[in-house]
């Protein structure tokens, strides 16, 4: 196990390793849960989990939903991943690589 003190955003941009197991438990916010899960994926190996934590937390607000956020980035990841599961947390399993339009 490796441990690495700054926040998760220095982290995910400065990454270069693959994982099988990425499990994502940060802050509410909806453009931090984005972030991460976009990072996270680029950095998840093809059949490897990724788990998003808080998945079903109640939040008044939009702009710190959790739920939106994960549902946004799985409808952009669509057709690259299997469903494990979605409750308390929601997981999926890595089946293919993501291509987004840079332009």
Known sequence: IDIFETTSHNFLVNNKKKYDLIFVDGAHGYLDVIVDLFYSYQSLNINGILLMDDY?????????????????????????????????????????DINLNQN
């Open 56 to 96: 079903d937390w109640k939040e008044k607000s939009k702009d710190r939903s959790v739920r939106l956020a994960v549902n946004n980035f799985l409808d952009i990841v669509e057709n690259t991943y299997d469903t494990i599961h979605h409750g308390t947390f929601a997981a999926i399993i890595k089946r293919n």
